[in-house]
């Protein structure tokens, strides 16, 4: 199998850094994919695209060298299955509150006897060769996302399920589980300790931890000691490169950042 740089990062105590595609464009992808990124996820849940346009925009993330992801709608295995016979090498599943659905989550990404998936000679067999099978529970990455107050009390039977390599804290719905405004909530004394539970029990278990966030907070985060961290998405980049350009074309000085994440 060809080499796989997210989990070369973590192996090594190193940050992933990634990207983010919710522009359902092949051309785009392969643009983002390009760039010297460790992961660039497919956003099957909240970005505008289905798995039609999925599995040719994770072709074209394989023409550079960054890990391929896909972040599922739902903790539901025919899509896990899918995602991953198109090429995936790691599933990002929202809402993940309890042991059992962390459970269902293994289940769906691992052959037998770690799990139930499906074997079908699909496009990412025939991409990775006769290696692909022997190779694929060790290679795929089962990442949960823990972003809710059931899911931060539920954390340390979450993070102990064997195969649970990282979970992937969304910001936004952990905000707004805690009664707080969606986003980036440093500073608030809730959002702060959810965190720090997160990133403790993370520790505790030998599990990495990651996040969305954006390029400021990105240094942040890696102290705080988050392995895998979003730092952009194609829509945030675009819209951010398009308001400089703008700005420059009037005379005007870049914009500064209020480093939101959409």
């Given at each position: 199998m060809r080499t796989n740089p997210m989990r070369e990062r973590w192996a090594s105590g190193e940050p992933a850094v990634g990207g983010w595609l919710g522009i359902p464009s092949a051309y785009s992808a392969e643009i983002v994919a390009r760039c010297d990124l460790d992961y660039v996820c497919v956003d099957i849940q909240h970005g505008?695209?289905?798995?039609?346009?999925a599995w040719p925009m994770l072709q074209a993330i394989n023409i550079g060298s960054a890990?391929?992801?896909?972040?599922?709608?739902?903790?539901?295995?025919?899509?896990?299955?899918?995602?991953?016979?198109?090429?995936?090498?790691?599933?990002?599943?929202p809402m993940v509150n309890t042991r059992a659905e962390a459970e269902a989550a293994i289940q769906a990404c691992?052959?037998?006897?770690?799990?139930?998936?499906?074997?079908?000679g699909t496009r990412v067999v025939r991409q990775e060769g006769s290696d692909y099978f022997a190779n694929?529970?060790?290679?795929?990455a089962v990442i949960p996302m823990v972003e809710t107050v059931?899911?931060?009390?539920?954390?340390?039977?979450?993070?102990?399920?064997?195969?649970?390599?990282?979970?992937?804290?969304?910001?936004?719905?952990?905000?707004?589980?805690?009664?707080?405004?969606?986003?980036?909530?440093?500073g608030e004394p809730s959002f702060d300790a959810a965190v720090a539970k997160i990133l403790h029990g993370c520790a505790r278990h030998n599990v990495t931890a990651g996040c969305h966030t954006t390029s400021e907070l990105c240094q942040r985060r890696i102290e705080q000691g988050f392995r895998m961290i979003t730092i952009t998405s194609d829509t945030v980049a675009l819209t951010r490169a398009l308001e400089d350009e703008l700005r420059r074309a009037r005379g005007q000085e870049p914009t500064v950042r209020s480093a939101s994440m959409y």
């Open positions: 505008l695209l289905d798995y039609g346009d890990t391929p992801l896909v972040r599922v709608p739902w903790n539901e295995p025919g899509i896990i299955g899918k995602s991953l016979d198109a090429g995936a090498r790691g599933i990002i599943i691992r052959y037998a006897p770690d799990g139930s998936r499906s074997y079908a694929a529970n060790a290679d795929v059931e899911a931060v009390a539920n954390l340390d039977d979450i993070l102990s399920v064997p195969g649970v390599d990282a979970v992937y804290v969304g910001p936004s719905d952990l905000s707004v589980s805690l009664g707080l405004n969606p986003g980036n909530n440093d």
